[in-house]
């Protein structure tokens, strides 16, 4: 009934309170990344994200939604044919079900797929994968979370410099 930004400036507040000689203007701008994480005054933010730490704040909370809406969107799918789940309106748009997708033989029109391995995509039925489990963290096997902790391992020093 009061909404998570109130809560969280509440609990923002008796944080600060907690930390005597916090510098104020510092405390009015992580107030205003609480209050304008949203982003738009239409999805529940008092404010719009003002500097540039507080627009990305709300991108990265933004992101954090829609990257859960289609997760949940794909494991909770009913749509047992193809590779694509229903068509999702608040994502405007159907996901891929990489898995499926992925484990699906290639056609033989595939550039993808040598000539010797080609097989027409209805040789083999499109199996489901079972979900996932319900509240299970994310999945960390696929090709794009083995790309993605490649990406922020920190560089190898450079013996020439």
Do not use: W
Not at 24 to 52: A, C, D, I, W, Y
Not at 92 to 99: F, V
Not at 121 to 145: I, M
């Amino acid at each position: 009934m009061i909404g998570h930004i109130n809560i969280a400036m509440r609990m923002v507040a008796e944080k600060l309170h907690g930390l005597p000689g916090f510098p104020p203007n510092l405390r009015t701008l992580v107030e205003h990344m609480v209050l304008s994480h949203h982003g738009h005054l239409e999805f529940g933010s008092p404010k719009l994200p003002q500097f540039p730490e507080a627009l990305l704040l709300h991108y990265l909370d933004d992101l954090d939604s829609k990257m859960e809406a289609m997760r949940a969107l794909i494991e909770n799918d009913r749509q047992l044919e193809g590779c694509f789940t229903s068509f999702n309106v608040p994502l405007e748009r159907a996901a891929l079900k990489m898995d499926r997708f992925l484990n699906q033989p290639q056609r033989a029109d595939s550039p993808a797929a040598p000539e010797s391995e080609a097989r027409p995509a209805q040789a083999q039925p499109d199996v489901a994968t079972p979900p996932a489990h319900a509240g299970a963290p994310p999945r960390s096997d696929s090709p794009f979370a083995a790309k993605l902790r490649q990406a922020v391992q920190p560089a190898a020093p450079n013996p020439d410099k």
